[in-house]
C-alpha cells in the first residue's frame, strides 16, 4: 500500500546502469491498481528516472 491505495510497482530492467560493481535500474514507475490487482496504466502516481548514479566508498568481493 502507497499511502492508503494499492499501486503496480514496475522496475525496467531493460534501463541498468553499474556503479561501483553493482546494477541498479534507472527506470521506476508506480501505478495505481484495480480492486483485482491489474494496473490502471492511465493513472501513473510515481515516476522516478535515475541519471548520473556514482557510488562512494564501495567495496565489492
Known sequence: ???GFAA???VH????VEA???RFPT???AYLRYANDSPVHT???VSIDVSD???EGVTTS
Request: net charge neutral; glycine share 14%.
Open 27 to 29: 527506470v521506476r514507475r
Open 8 to 10: 503496480a510497482q514496475y
Open 20 to 22: 561501483g560493481g553493482l
Open 1 to 3: 500500500m502507497a499511502g
Open 43 to 45: 493513472e501513473l502516481l
Open 53 to 55: 548514479l556514482q557510488l
Open 13 to 16: 530492467n531493460d534501463n541498468v
